[in-house]
């Protein structure tokens, strides 16, 4: 806190990210990354920009990228928007065709940077609660809004809504921007990109941080109706003209050129997921059914406090989130097979101990 502070920042909440700690050897279960690296072209395309290619600026609209990501997803480059990593690119769908006096609906347990880019830009926050078995349902989103928003599958739950849901709420709120965030899509999902022709208020937001690996090199995209992808780049263009970098757009690039890794990684979480699930079922937790590279958890016995405690304990970090309604669950990364391995013996371990 600081005198010199405007009353906005002091106001401001804002997001606090999974923990990033620095020590080796750690399983950490905690960011939802991906346990397999990038494709080895990723490397190759990146070390190609190295030298003297990082003396010059980068494309300032990212025109390489964009027509990639059109032509893997069928549609035409003035469909998409680009940006580091999709919470740029959500920062400026809030700021640019959120509010505007109305509120933002969003699911009561779904993605904590919803309300707090609410705060940053002063919209209402609307939240709207889920089903006790932590289900959207299309007709739940009711009421004057300016937008609504929601992940599918929804984080950290997992859960996913089918697309003829999604298509009830874009014709029930014809008027209004309804923002489906597909960071987990690619473990289970069904893309809505599809349907961008159909519906002009439908805007589909992915990463290349989860089923890509690239977390490490922020870039995210919006896919929708060319007015829409207008405002962002209006928007864009007032703030960052450079938004993505030589590297992070030549490793993005290369990313899509290796099909086969994509679907052999993204596959394998799954199979992954499959057994991590089974596994902690066993154990006596309970599993909402997930589409996504995490599973959301919880033991009717024990605190998610205390096991994720113990966890740490043991090198293992997984995410508690401390909240109404969910302060029992653990959201837990899905890992590669040797730390899943450890994951359920060292559950298996401290549930005995607690007995
Ligand atoms: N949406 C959801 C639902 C997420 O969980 C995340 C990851 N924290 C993001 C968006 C942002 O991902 P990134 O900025 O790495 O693209």
């Keep these: 806190m600081s005198r010199y502070w405007s009353p906005f920042v002091h106001n401001l909440v804002p997001y606090v990210p999974g923990e990033q700690p620095k020590m080796p050897d750690l399983v950490k279960l905690n960011t939802n990354e991906n346990p397999y ?23 300032p609209s990212s025109d390489a990228l964009k027509g990639t990501i059109a032509r893997y997803h069928g549609v035409r480059s003035n469909h998409v928007f680009v940006g580091n990593g999709s919470d740029e690119v ?20 779904t993605y904590s940077f919803y ?61 209004v921007v309804v923002v489906v965030d597909e960071a987990y899509v690619d473990f289970g999902g069904e893309t809505a990109i599809g349907l961008v022709d159909q519906y002009s208020n439908l ?43 030589r590297l992070a757009l030549a490793g993005a690039i290369a990313a899509y050129e290796d099909e086969e890794h994509f679907q052999s990684t993204r596959k394998a979480v799954m199979a992954e997921r499959s057994r991590v699930t089974e596994g902690l079922e066993a154990l006596g937790f309970r599993v909402l059914p997930s589409s996504a590279n995490f599973v959301f958890t919880e033991h009717p016995d024990h605190e998610g ?23 029992n669950f653990l959201r837990i990364t899905i890992g590669n097979p040797e ?12 549930l005995k101990r607690f007995d």
């Excluded at 730390?339 to 401290?350: M, S, V, W």
């Design 90 to 109: 959500l920062a400026h769908i809030f700021q640019g065709l959120f509010g505007h006096g109305k509120p933002l609906l969003f699911p009561d347990v």
């Design 305 to 327: 406090a205390d096991i994720a405690g113990h966890l740490r304990e043991h090198g293992i970090i997984v995410r508690h989130f401390n909240k109404p309604r969910i302060g």
């Design 37 to 59: 690296g990038p494709s080895p072209r990723v490397n190759e395309a990146i070390a190609g920009q190295l030298g003297d290619g990082l003396r010059l600026y980068p494309d």
């Design 339 to 350: 730390q899943n391995g450890r994951l359920l013996a060292t559950l298996g371990d401290i």
């Design 115 to 175: 309300p707090v880019y609410c705060g940053l830009y002063g919209i209402e926050p609307k939240p709207v609660p889920l089903d006790d078995d932590f289900r959207i349902h299309p007709d739940m989103f009711q009421g004057e809004c300016s937008g609504i928003i929601f992940p599918n599958p929804n984080a950290p739950t997992g859960r996913l809504l089918p697309l003829s849901d999604i298509e009830t709420i874009l014709k029930a709120h014809p008027d």
């Design 203 to 245: 805007l589909v937001t992915q990463t290349l941080s989860k089923s890509r690996s690239l977390a490490g090199l922020r870039v995210g995209f919006a896919v929708g109706h060319p007015d829409l992808i207008e405002a962002l780049e209006r928007i864009k263009n007032s703030f960052n003209s450079y938004p993505i970098d």
